[in-house]
């Protein structure tokens, strides 16, 4: 069963910082949005003029020499634990203005006792316009600051994410959680992945922007940290606001191991697929060694046998052609290793018995026939190792396309495999 937020604004919003200016989504009635890039922060405000909320992800109280370091990060850092690099450190007011990043750095150090990151220094125009807007414009309260990992281990039921937002499978995690309590997110982040290039906005701005968003919609059940943010010099909060999940929610975290399982299906699907399309490309570089393919050939994937087999028929013709290349037959050999490793692998992945380990959000395999597996055959899955099982095999293949021009003298065009055994 999914829990819905308290009834909370009409309209609410998540912003954050891109390359392109600012991006914003606004969650509005039931599953109508809205995504946008507005370049400046004014121009910014004056779109979520209609929200009554806006949570986002740039720093807003400063730090000041009486407190170099805000309270709020070093609450988000304990909180999130292996997570705490995420949480950068803010950078004094008077450092924003520095023409160089060693001049802030210098500025810095003067105020706060400390130097400045290159993270913080990359974010610095922005922090800079966010402030300038908001000491001129007196808030009324509506926008408010968050933090992405802060509010992602939030609506994970105060659990730190596992695995790293810019890795698809720290994609596919975040999203996972982010559907659970808006339905529409998944929908919101390939619309603005459609709209916008990736030059303009990366993809996991878009995820924080959502989480900022989706955060909101739990007003007016928000906290802090900490929980009693003190003000800066300018009288702005240093405070970090993060959604309250109700405990009906935390006891029955609803369809996240669905969601698990669906996604490893999907990775399994993707690198059935993935060696299905190597060992056509395999079959079709051994024919054409042989002589140019005719179009029936062609369609059925080249030379026929095992992948086992062609494998062995690769090394032979490799030796032969390069009788007088020691280190070209070297690094064939170190390739063929590895694409016997993943064949193993590949046929463990298909055939061998998998077991749903929800509550760890992994998968166990068993099967005795996967390289460096221990004597009970079982071996763990999270989605990340399952991701570079997946990249192993592309990495193969495309190191075949690249180099079979070395080791065959061949120049054929690689295609794409709708289907294969091995």
């Known amino acids: 069963m999914k829990h819905s937020p308290p009834q909370g604004p009409i309209q609410v919003a998540g912003v954050d910082g891109c390359r392109g200016g600012w991006l914003f989504f606004i969650l509005k009635e039931r599953k109508n949005f809205e995504v946008g890039i507005e370049i400046s922060v004014e121009n910014l405000f004056q779109r979520l003029n209609c929200a009554e909320l806006a949570l986002i992800d740039m720093p807003i109280g400063l730090p000041t020499p009486d407190c170099p370091i805000r309270a709020c990060d070093t609450e988000a850092r304990r909180t999130l634990g292996t997570r705490r690099s995420s949480v ?114 990366a993809r996991d701005d878009i995820l924080d922007a959502i989480a900022g968003a989706v955060s909101a919609r739990f007003a007016p059940h928000l906290a802090t940290l900490p929980a009693t943010p003190p003000a800066d010099d300018a009288g702005l909060p240093q405070e970090i606001v993060y959604p309250v999940v109700p405990r009906a929610s935390m006891n029955d975290p609803g369809p996240l191991p669905g969601d698990f399982q669906a996604e490893a299906a999907e990775l399994v699907g993707r690198i059935v697929f993935a060696w299905s399309r190597f060992e056509r490309n395999l079959g079709l570089t051994l024919q054409y060694a042989q002589g140019e393919p005719d179009e029936d050939t062609f369609k059925n994937g080249g030379f026929k046998g095992s992948v086992g087999e062609q494998l062995k028929a690769l090394g032979r013709m490799v030796r032969e052609n390069l009788a007088n290349e020691p280190e070209g037959i070297g690094a064939f050999e170190v390739w063929l290793k590895h694409a016997s490793n993943v064949r193993m692998k590949r046929n463990a992945i298909v055939h061998g018995r998998w077991t749903l380990l929800s509550g760890q959000r992994l998968m166990q395999l068993e099967s005795t026939e996967l390289p460096g597996v221990d004597a009970s055959g079982k071996t763990r899955f999270s989605l990340a190792k399952l991701e570079n099982e997946l990249r192993d095999i592309e990495s193969m293949d495309q190191d075949l396309y690249q180099l079979r021009v070395r080791w065959l003298s061949l120049q054929a065009p690689r295609v794409p495999a709708r289907g294969g055994t091995s």
Not at 150 to 172: D, H, I, Y
Not at 183 to 190: K, L, T
């Open 88 to 201: 950068f450190p803010v950078p004094a007011r008077s450092a924003l203005s520095a023409s160089s990043y060693a001049e802030a750095c210098e500025e810095n150090l003067r105020v706060l006792e400390r130097s400045m990151s290159r993270q913080s220094w990359a974010i610095a125009p922005k922090i800079r316009e966010l402030d300038d807007y908001l000491r001129q414009c007196a808030p009324d309260g509506r926008i408010r600051e968050m933090h992405p990992e802060v509010a992602f281990w939030a609506l994970n039921f105060e659990q730190p994410l596992r695995e790293t937002k810019k890795s698809r499978a720290g994609e596919r995690e975040r999203l996972a959680i982010l559907r659970h309590h808006y339905p529409a997110a998944q929908e919101c982040f390939e619309a603005c992945c459609r709209a916008y290039p990736r030059a303009q906005v």
